[in-house]
């Protein structure tokens, strides 16, 4: 399918440009998207939470109470499960969250993510352009003339020019990215996702 093609300034160039049906037009797979998603987030996680056993807390291992005939549950030391101040039973250990996907699956969830843009009308394709130097007003102008400010954006580059990701970097609702670094779950994120024009040549090749 084609689309438009804007400037900064939020005119229509009069160019069109082709999105792949491949990539921009699949039927999406709601399945590889929730896989690609859960292993997004599970990476992020650190996996440090720690908790104590009874064999890993301070305190002596004496025996505090008889074994039968106290009317209690047999506790043995003060390290007990039972006892504040005890062990934990079954607590958290340091783990890797991480578990693996195919290449092929990521692609398809990816594919699938751009689908339902394309379907929401929550695509733009901009002409490419930079900034001389980081200037947040300028990004939020540009923002404002494709009729997009307050939105949630994601911005995506063909490669990374610091210029415009420093601009847009104090900006709660924006966020940019590179075609190398655009992920599943960035794309879900944001509810209105800007690419450059070469930033699509390089998506159509995903």
Same mark, same amino acid.
């Given at each position: 399918?084609?689309?438009?093609?804007?400037?900064?300034?939020?005119?229509?160039?009069?160019?069109?440009?082709? +999105?792949?049906?491949?990539?921009?037009?699949?039927?999406?797979?709601? *399945?590889?998207?929730? +896989?690609?998603?859960?292993?997004?987030? #599970?990476?992020?996680?650190?996996?440090?939470?720690?908790?104590?056993?009874?064999?890993?807390?301070?305190?002596?291992?004496?025996?505090?109470?008889?074994?039968?005939?106290?009317?209690?549950?047999?506790?043995?030391?003060?390290?007990?499960?039972?006892?504040?101040?005890?062990?934990?039973?079954?607590?958290?250990?340091?783990?890797?969250?991480?578990?693996?996907?195919?290449?092929?699956?990521? $692609?398809? @969830?990816?594919?699938? @993510?751009? &689908?339902?843009?394309?379907?929401?009308? @929550?695509?733009?394709?901009?002409?490419?352009?930079?900034?001389? #130097?980081?200037?947040?007003?300028?990004?939020?102008?540009?923002? =404002?003339?494709?009729?997009?400010?307050? =939105?949630?954006? +994601?911005?995506?580059?063909?490669?990374?020019?610091?210029?415009?990701? +420093?601009? @847009?970097?104090?900006?709660?609702? $924006?966020?940019?990215?590179?075609?190398?670094?655009?992920?599943?779950?960035?794309?879900?994120?944001? &509810? *209105?996702?800007?690419?450059?024009?070469?930033?699509?040549?390089?998506?159509?090749?995903?």
């Amino acid at each position: 399918m084609e689309v438009s093609v804007y400037n900064i300034k939020g005119e229509d160039t009069g160019k069109k440009i082709n +999105l792949k049906d491949g990539v921009f037009c699949i039927e999406p797979n709601d *399945h590889v998207i929730y +896989l690609d998603v859960k292993q997004y987030m #599970a990476n992020k996680r650190q996996g440090t939470a720690k908790a104590k056993e009874r064999s890993e807390v301070s305190g002596s291992t004496r025996k505090l109470g008889r074994q039968k005939g106290g009317g209690g549950a047999r506790r043995g030391d003060i390290n007990s499960p039972v006892l504040v101040g005890g062990g934990r039973v079954f607590g958290p250990k340091p783990r890797d969250y991480d578990f693996k996907l195919n290449k092929k699956e990521k $692609a398809l @969830a990816r594919r699938s @993510a751009l &689908s339902y843009k394309v379907r929401e009308e @929550a695509i733009t394709v901009v002409e490419d352009f930079t900034f001389e #130097a980081p200037k947040t007003k300028e990004f939020l102008s540009v923002a =404002k003339n494709l009729k997009i400010d307050g =939105k949630k954006m +994601l911005v995506v580059l063909p490669e990374n020019d610091n210029n415009i990701f +420093l601009s @847009a970097r104090n900006i709660k609702k $924006a966020t940019v990215t590179t075609v190398s670094e655009l992920n599943t779950y960035k794309l879900l994120d944001a &509810s *209105h996702v800007v690419f450059l024009e070469s930033s699509i040549n390089a998506i159509n090749n995903f």
